[in-house]
């Protein structure tokens, strides 16, 4: 167990080191809002389903980590993330694009002055404390899940659970062509849960108080 946290914590710091020079480009919040046109026929809509590899809600992106929706495009850019669709549309992105995607994402619906509280309203079952302490998910995610350590790290507090199964069950998938996620550090957690477990994990997380959100663009309200 020991080698694994070694390990993974070498590996945070390499993403991290290669994250901090991605974030040399400077996205504008205002460019964002003219090339959205292919991100809000699914996150713009609340409670749309995509029916890949299964069917679950989409996640919620207004509200999220800039640093995190720059990694996630780019690694489904590079294939790193397997999703035909997704690749298809950040293949189309150029940096800049990416950069003011994610400037406007990160600031979409958020309330000025705002503040989540400390901790979570709703303390979780002894079981999933005791999954939440196996790999110590909130020294990641942060107080709330909602306040990652790494700008590269997704906020999850409040996310769809069915999302949330999805992803971490991809981070096991090995071998397929059009499923799976290749994040080291995450693939090694997930490994350590049943898909049972993982599912309890989920649920508690979607339960959180969190900043995420779906604003619907004005063609779908």
Do not use: W
């Not at 995190?68 to 397997?82: D, F, H, Q």
């Not at 999302?163 to 981070?171: D, E, G, R």
Request: proline share 5%.
């Amino acid at each position: 167990m020991n080698r694994l946290f070694t390990t993974i914590f070498a590996l945070a710091v390499s993403c991290a080191t290669a994250a901090s020079l991605a974030q040399e480009i400077k996205g504008s919040a205002e460019a964002g809002a003219t090339k959205n046109a292919m991100c809000v026929g699914c996150h713009g809509i609340k409670g749309y389903q995509s029916s890949f590899p299964e069917v679950y809600k989409v996640p919620m992106i207004s509200g999220q980590s800039a640093g995190y929706i720059v990694a996630s495009l780019n690694a489904y850019k590079k294939g790193e993330r397997k999703h035909p669709t997704m690749r298809g549309i950040a293949g189309s992105l150029k940096d800049q694009d990416i950069a003011d995607l994610a400037a406007y994402y990160s600031v979409h619906g958020m309330v000025a002055g705002a503040e989540l509280p400390a901790n979570p309203a709703k303390e979780p079952s002894a079981e999933v404390q005791a999954l939440i302490n196996k790999t110590n998910c909130t020294s990641c995610h942060g107080a709330n899940f909602s306040k990652p350590i790494d700008p590269t790290y997704p906020k999850i507090g409040g996310q769809h659970a069915d999302y949330l199964f999805v992803a971490l069950k991809s981070y096991k998938t090995e071998n397929n062509p059009v499923v799976g996620r290749a994040n080291p550090i995450m693939s090694g957690m997930a490994r350590l849960y049943t898909n049972a477990e993982l599912k309890l994990l989920a649920n508690y997380v979607s339960s959180v108080k969190g900043e995420l959100k779906v604003v619907p663009e004005r063609r779908f309200r």
